[in-house]
């Protein structure tokens, strides 16, 4: 008789790099539940860009609510790197206000990863670190 093959689940960590562009033109619901989804997957999200503050707190408050009603899922752990300097010169932060009217966020980088997976995120003015489980 011959052996059945079956497909293990590869044990591991994926991240998933979106661009801003992907989320753009979406509202702000559609943009929590797309990120959402991915996070459920056990996926660390490197999103090109941020969320404006009220759809981060959406996002977490969203979280929170699911905490102890989706097994195994225990939070989001979120963290943004951006050029936000205090040492610009006051050309130089118009300079960049207009370019973020113009573009948008997407001089920033923001990690979002399920808190069984992530398990903290220090940031320093330089640097971001990423402890994993």
Do not use: C, H, W
Not at 22 to 28: A, P
């Amino acid at each position: 008789m011959a052996k059945k093959k079956t497909k293990k689940k590869a044990d591991g960590l994926t991240l998933q790099f979106m661009p801003y562009s992907e989320i753009s033109t979406l509202d702000s619901v559609e943009r929590i539940k797309k990120l959402l989804k991915i996070i459920l997957n056990n996926k660390v999200v490197i999103l090109q860009g941020r969320l404006k503050p009220e759809e981060e707190s959406r996002l977490i408050e969203d979280t929170m609510i699911m905490i102890g009603n989706i097994p195994g899922f225990k939070g989001v752990e979120l963290a943004v790197i951006s050029n936000d300097s205090e040492e610009k010169t006051f050309f130089k932060k118009v300079k960049f206000g207009i370019a973020k009217v113009l573009v948008g966020q997407q001089d920033a980088i923001t990690i979002i990863g399920p808190a069984s997976i992530v398990k903290e995120m220090k940031r320093d003015p330089k640097k971001l670190e990423v402890m994993m489980r």
